[in-house]
């Protein structure tokens, strides 16, 4: 072999090797990079952190199936980037849950239910959540189902 084909077979070489790296690498972007970053919710920070709150109050004897109201106001309504903080304020003697009725999960504050964070809400406590996406959101309290409640997000343009 003349010594010019050598060195051309190793420049031969050298282009596959490379062209094989940048493979490998724009395959790790596409399937892994890429599919982290979208995995991860994208929520506006007026959206997550919304300035103003709506205040859902648990009304006092709202364990008793009697009561004339559990939640109040029972149909809430809030507007993302506005006040799509909800907080529940236990304004009864016995402690109450806010649970979802479809196991809602949001992509950015996860299971909707009071349950998974804080528990139960105690007498005078408070239970907070933030809805990142528009929608109807049904809840009920878990040792007493016949409390029931809605929340409904809005889009800030509608
Ligand atoms: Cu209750």
């Given at each position: 072999m003349e010594r010019s084909q050598q060195f051309s077979s190793i420049g031969g070489l050298t282009i596959i090797f490379f062209i094989i790296a940048i493979a490998i690498s724009f395959a790790f972007y596409q399937f892994i990079f890429l599919k982290e970053l979208n995995l991860k919710p994208t929520v506006r920070e007026e959206v997550a952190n919304p300035p103003q709150s709506l205040t859902v109050n648990i009304v006092e004897?709202?364990?008793?199936?009697?009561?004339?109201?559990?939640?109040?106001?029972?149909?809430g309504r809030a507007t993302l980037g506005i006040d799509n903080k909800v907080i529940w304020e236990n304004l009864d003697a016995t402690p109450h849950t806010v649970t979802t009725d479809n196991d809602y999960e949001d992509?950015?504050?996860?299971?909707?239910?009071?349950m998974e964070t804080i528990g139960l809400v105690p007498a005078g406590g408070t239970f907070e959540f933030v809805f990142t996406e528009d929608g109807e959101y049904p809840y009920h309290c878990e040792?007493?189902?016949?409390m029931t409640g809605t929340v409904t997000i809005v889009k800030d343009y509608s």
């Open positions: 004897g709202a364990s008793l199936p009697t009561n004339p109201q559990f939640y109040d106001p029972s149909l992509p950015l504050s996860g299971k909707f239910d009071s040792p007493h189902p016949w």
